[in-house]
């Protein structure tokens, strides 16, 4: 069974720098999908950005972009100029190419000082 | 705009009783999925549904069984609530794209205790 581990159960970050989440996970397959989702106190969960693991290009939605490193299976998240408003549960995901099960990590809390 | 809507935000049920949790989604998904979630574990995978009347296993099943009589409504039931069910619900769909994997639309959750 694919897992998916987040090693940072808390990271903080002052307005407008730069953090980075680490994500690893463990598959035996060669083509499958990575997430990054946002979940705010208001639980939500909201997708921030995806990755095919075909795909060589890291994936980038305005100031979130990721590292992609598939042979060590390593996906961090990075938050560029963090926003009051990144405050939240981050949760890494990984889903298999040919279902759309998706397992996830246990979250990274992130904290944004002003 | 689309949605997921899970019909309780906040639960509060007997050890004992039969709960049923309700999800509903506007988007002509066919799949749809059960988590919940506890501090430290992430989400769990209970059951997913890829079609009416069609159920699969997640990671977590057991004391837990669900019901998709229609595409929209997938219904999660805990048969006989114990204290260690205590958690929070998640309820997504995605369409079936084939390949295609674009994420989850996720409800908003439903925070159940058990007493």
């Known amino acids: 069974a694919q897992t998916v581990t987040q090693s940072q159960p808390e990271m903080s970050v002052q307005e407008a720098e730069t953090v980075t989440l680490s994500c690893t996970y463990d598959?035996?397959?060669?083509?499958?999908?990575l997430f990054w989702y946002k979940q705010p106190p208001s639980r939500q969960m909201i997708l921030v950005i995806r990755q095919e693991a075909y795909k060589q290009q890291n994936a980038t939605e305005n100031r979130f972009s990721v590292n992609f490193q598939k042979a060590a299976k390593s996906f961090s998240l990075k938050i560029s100029d963090s926003q009051l408003g990144d405050a939240a549960m981050y949760f890494c995901a990984y889903s298999p190419y040919n279902n759309n099960d998706m397992r996830f990590g246990a979250g990274t809390r992130l904290t944004v000082k002003p | 705009d689309v949605k997921v809507t899970q019909s309780s935000r906040y639960l509060v049920k007997r050890t004992g009783e039969k709960v049923f949790l309700e999800c509903v989604q506007d988007m002509d998904h066919e799949n749809m999925f059960w988590y919940r979630q506890d501090p430290g574990l992430g989400l769990r995978l209970i059951y997913f549904s890829y079609d009416v009347k069609m159920k699969e296993k997640g990671d977590i099943p057991e004391g837990y069984s669900v019901s998709r009589e229609k595409k929209e409504r997938f219904s999660l039931i805990l048969e006989s609530a114990s204290t260690n069910q205590t958690s929070m619900y998640l309820c997504?769909?995605?369409?079936?794209?084939?390949?295609?994997?674009?994420?989850?639309?996720f409800g908003s959750g439903t925070r159940l205790t058990v007493v």
């Open positions: 997504a769909s995605s369409p079936w794209t084939g390949m295609d994997h674009r994420g989850y639309t």
């Open positions: 598959t035996s397959e060669s083509d499958y999908y």
